[in-house]
């Protein structure tokens, strides 16, 4: 664990361990859909943002392994904080989130005091503390529907997701400059040249790619819309435009059909695999569960004015809450 002496682990049966100590523990292990396959099949959930944070509110484990990044792992301590949230790795962290120090989004949101801050999950507890509503890319639409067309509202930090719900839903939201690492790095000149080698096959792209890609995608939506697409599209070959561990989930559930992952600059670079998600390990998730270790631990008052936001996010992703119901944090 990058914040611990390497142990030697040679001799374990690391899969008996890991289940053991689940039963010992009662432990639930969460895993997203970027995640190493080894640490997907390890999980008893996998899946989106979104997702995720339902499962940790729901479940009545004593011990939450969450196989993800940091704030991931802190929003599952947030809405279930009577549980120990571990974190295989700590060092484990978003780039979007590395984007916005809560300080500096402070100083933007003051800028625009009219405005309600209508935020991507990919921040830091801080952050989240700070904004109205949390959205995820698969509950962002269903959330942005409901806010009237005149309220003003700022939207950090992935300017890529932003940009697409404006152009989408002819909104005017007030864009923080922050953008995903990976997402980032997809070619178009690669892309094209992946669809002239296979014609007809279709696109699919996340919305935290910019806007070249996503202009050539015929789907484009979060890592479970994504799959979902990919169990129901028609043809048999899929072009992916996120980080291409998704795939694993696609394969197991539609092996008959191809996925190639959108390649980067050089065509054929790892740069599209996310090196935060790729921190975790299956030792470290041994660890993490043996020891109890790297724990989530976040300040009581820090937590509440955290949870609002989440809070609003999951009632308004279910429609369980009215348009006069947001007002500014």
Request: with cysteine.
């Amino acid at each position: 664990m990058t914040d611990q002496p390497r142990q030697n682990l040679t001799g374990l049966d690391l899969i008996a361990e890991i289940a053991r100590l689940k039963r010992e523990r009662n432990a639930v292990i969460l895993a997203h859909y970027y995640q190493r396959p080894e640490l997907q099949d390890l999980a008893d959930f996998v899946g989106d943002s979104l997702e995720l944070s339902r499962k940790a509110a729901a479940t009545d484990a004593d011990v939450i392994a969450f196989c993800g990044v940091k704030f991931m792992a802190e929003t599952a301590k947030i809405l279930a904080p009577e549980k120990i949230v571990v974190l295989p790795d700590m060092e484990a962290g978003c780039s979007l989130e590395d984007s916005c120090p809560p300080d500096d989004f402070a100083a933007f949101r003051a800028l625009h005091p009219d405005a309600i801050a209508l935020t991507y999950i990919n921040c830091s507890a801080e952050v989240k503390a700070l904004s109205d509503v949390i959205v995820t890319s698969s509950s962002a639409e269903t959330i942005l529907a409901q806010i009237p067309r005149e309220q003003k509202i700022i939207f950090g930090p992935d300017r890529h997701l932003g940009g697409y719900l404006n152009r989408k839903f002819d909104r005017e939201m007030i864009l923080w400059p922050g953008v995903c690492i990976v997402h980032e790095a997809f070619s178009e000149t690669e892309l094209l040249k992946l669809k002239a080698q296979h014609p007809g096959a279709p696109v699919a792209a996340h919305p935290e790619c910019p806007p070249h890609i996503i202009d050539h995608a015929d789907y484009v939506g979060s890592t479970s819309g994504i799959l979902n697409f990919a169990k129901t599209m028609g043809g048999d070959t899929l072009i992916v435009a996120t980080e291409p561990h998704i795939i694993h989930q696609m394969q197991k559930a539609v092996p008959a059909k191809h996925f190639i992952g959108a390649p980067g600059a050089d065509g054929n670079c790892n740069c599209n695999i996310c090196p935060y998600m790729a921190l975790n390990t299956v030792e470290k998730l041994y660890l993490a569960l043996r020891d109890l270790e790297p724990r989530i631990e976040m300040d009581e008052e820090l937590r509440l004015a955290a949870k609002r936001s989440l809070d609003k996010m999951l009632e308004l992703a279910s429609g369980t809450v009215g348009k006069g119901d947001l007002g500014r944090a």
